[in-house]
């Protein structure tokens, strides 16, 4: 899968491209992350790509032609992208959707900065609008690394040796209790069936467990 981010600030990406999931599987070639530097397509030579709203208001707009110049060369190299501007008016990133998008074979994210960016972008340019929650951060390029980190799960061998099948969310259940090393400690004790090596024994207290913990801690998955 090929991840296209639209930024102000690409150096906050160096962090997934360096450490973790996403930085193993770029090594791997099992995905690509390219970024690009939105004041490189600003017509002006102060490398403005905002400007003030029409009818007032505080806060500047990002304007429609350097997005634009922008994603029109992303679609050179990679015609079938998918357009996804980060919004806290997107709808919700949840795990049915995450696995919708790992099909995908391009994504280009368009993260957005002050006051947003140019309606018409958004009514002409952008395939879909995501939001990571009902609150406000900064800019899009927080909610842009959660995406990636999310849908990059569900690419095969991304993980490696492990998949993504018992996550928290999978069939609408939050994880199982999970226990290491020692198999005491404080006096508090491994549950005994993860020790039996009896693993049908095991699979059920799993399953068991991840209803309890959904039920406890978010009765809302269970309706679906």
């Known amino acids: 899968m090929r991840f296209d981010i639209i930024t102000l600030f690409p150096n906050m990406f160096n962090i997934i491209k360096d450490e973790g999931v996403v930085a193993r599987a770029i090594k791997k070639s099992h995905l690509s992350v390219h970024i690009w530097q939105l004041r490189d397509f600003s017509n002006n030579k102060y490398k403005n790509i905002d400007d003030k709203p029409y009818g007032g208001g505080g806060g500047m707009v990002m304007q429609v032609k350097p997005i634009r110049d922008c994603i029109n060369k992303i679609k050179q190299s990679s015609p079938k992208t998918k357009i996804i501007y980060l919004s806290p008016q997107g709808q919700p990133l949840k795990h049915k959707l995450t696995k919708e998008l790992s099909m995908f074979d391009a994504i280009t994210l368009l993260c957005g900065r002050y006051e947003g960016v140019d309606e018409r972008i958004i009514n002409h340019d952008i395939d879909m609008e995501?939001?990571?929650?009902?609150?406000?951060?900064?800019?899009?390029?927080?909610?842009?690394?959660?995406?990636?980190?999310?849908?990059?799960?569900?690419?095969?061998?991304?993980?490696?040796?492990?998949?993504?099948?018992?996550?928290?969310?999978?069939?609408?259940?939050?994880?199982?209790?999970?226990?290491?090393?020692?198999?005491?400690?404080?006096?508090?004790?491994?549950?005994?069936v993860l020790l039996s090596g009896h693993q049908a024994n095991i699979n059920i207290w799993r399953i068991e467990q991840s209803i309890k913990k959904t039920k406890k801690k978010r009765k809302d998955l269970l309706k679906n």
């Open 130 to 192: 995501i939001s990571i929650g009902d609150y406000i951060i900064s800019g899009g390029e927080l909610a842009a690394m959660v995406l990636i980190d999310t849908v990059s799960r569900q690419i095969p061998n991304v993980l490696g040796n492990i998949n993504s099948l018992n996550d928290s969310f999978t069939n609408n259940l939050l994880d199982y209790p999970n226990y290491t090393r020692p198999k005491i400690i404080d006096n508090q004790k491994v549950p005994e």
